[in-house]
């Protein structure tokens, strides 16, 4: 089964979001199932075959998660992101100040789902393959 040290390999070769669609490919086919990633400080769980988890550690300090949710905003962020140009830190600094807690994503749907405090579903986004 795959390591948070393999991800983690993998994760060096994102340097924007525009990087993503070929990072999840990479950890797909290490057999990451899905992965759950907290905004607060970037630790995430990931899911393998019959029951796998794995943890990796916080990455920063932790940020604040504002209460209000700025959908409109984030999605503005999320682009810009995607687009390169802004970095991981930045993007996690942006989802903080936007009131998104967490993301997770299924690589069977090839989606990644961004959540609120509250755990509602803020933004439903589609990964190209």
Not at 13 to 36: C, H, N, R, T, W
Not at 41 to 49: L, P, Q, V, W
Not at 107 to 116: A, E, H, Q, R, V
Request: charged residues 25%; negative net charge.
């Amino acid at each position: 089964m795959f390591t948070v040290a393999q991800i983690e390999q993998a994760h060096e070769k994102v340097k924007s979001g525009a990087d993503f669609p070929k990072y999840i490919q990479e950890i797909k086919k290490m057999g990451v199932l899905g992965f759950e990633t907290w905004v607060t400080d970037s630790h995430t769980e990931y899911y393998g075959a019959n029951g796998y988890r794995t943890s990796s550690q916080s990455q920063y300090e932790n940020l604040a998660i504002s209460d209000i949710t700025n959908k409109e905003k984030f999605a503005q962020q999320l682009k810009s992101h995607q687009q390169g140009q802004t970095d991981y830190y930045t993007f996690c600094k942006d989802c903080a100040e936007t009131g998104i807690e967490k993301w997770i994503v299924d690589l069977d749907k090839m989606t990644c789902i961004y959540y609120d405090k509250a755990g509602n579903e803020v933004l439903v986004e589609q990964i190209p393959a």
